[in-house]
């Protein structure tokens, strides 16, 4: 079965110092991966994706992600962290034999950086 | 067009009653999804369309949900006898997948925020 883990409920990080938001993930072909960001009283927003080729993808507002097959894992990074960068963040994985292109969540991160 | 719009953002019904959601996907996209979010969990999918078909829907949470997308353009999900654990954020999204498949990078409108009293 598909599924995606994103262990920690909640990180804590210092402005300016370097971030990282931890997903792993589970699907029976190759993945399709995404991370969106969520804020207050506002829909997801997509940061970024890993579809193919380089294993490390830039996105918005300074975020990257990580692919790294052997772990399957796909953890977003900052190596700046700013406080406007609080918010929820989602993982999201898609096995790229899924006909109906079904996105599986994780149950999200929230991050708080604090000035 | 700026972007997924939803149509109420706050919606709050008695038990009983029945509800129905809009969606506005943006305009050139041809898939559209709705997810439900309660707090502190993903999004969970219920049902998507590309055009104006309905391809998948046994995620639907009871045959009191439906979908409907009449034109291949808005979208509305309508639910019937509403029950307090119906409370939760409804979020829509489209995408643009082309025949040959595609990366499916989901657009998400701002979400109608359901309480059942």
């Known amino acids: 079965a598909q599924s995606v883990a994103q262990p920690e409920d909640q990180v804590n990080v210092a402005e300016g110092n370097p971030l990282t938001v931890k997903c792993t993930y589970s699907?029976?072909?190759?993945?399709?991966l995404f991370w969106y960001v969520q804020y207050p009283n506002r829909g997801l927003q997509f940061l970024l994706k890993?579809?193919?080729?380089d294993n490390l993808v830039k996105g918005s507002y300074g975020f990257e992600a990580e692919f790294n097959k052997s772990q399957t894992s796909f953890h977003l990074k900052k190596p700046s962290a700013l406080v406007s960068d609080s918010a929820l963040y989602f993982c999201?994985?898609?096995?790229?034999?899924?006909?109906?292109?079904?996105?599986?969540w994780g149950a999200g991160t929230k991050l708080i950086i604090k000035p | 067009d700026t972007g997924v719009s939803q149509d109420p953002r706050h919606k709050i019904t008695k038990r009983g009653q029945n509800v129905t959601f809009r969606c506005d996907p943006i305009?050139?996209?041809?898939?559209l999804y709705w997810y439900r979010q309660t707090l502190g969990q993903g999004p969970e999918f219920l049902t998507y369309?590309?055009?104006?078909?309905?391809?998948?829907k046994s995620r639907l949470l009871s045959d009191r949900f439906s979908a409907e997308r009449p034109k291949g353009s808005f979208s509305t999900l309508e639910i019937q006898r509403t029950e307090q654990g119906d409370s939760a954020m409804y979020l829509c999204?489209?995408?643009?997948?082309?025949?040959?498949?595609?990366?499916?990078?989901?657009?998400f409108g701002p979400g109608t925020r359901l309480t059942v009293t």
């Open positions: 999204a489209s995408s643009w997948t082309s025949g040959s498949g595609g990366t499916d990078e989901q657009y």
């Open positions: 305009s050139e996209h041809n898939r």
């Open positions: 999201a994985v898609r096995d790229v034999m899924d006909s109906n292109y079904q996105l599986i």
């Open positions: 890993y579809i193919t080729g």
């Open positions: 699907v029976s072909g190759n993945p399709y």
């Open positions: 369309f590309q055009n104006e078909a309905q391809l998948e």
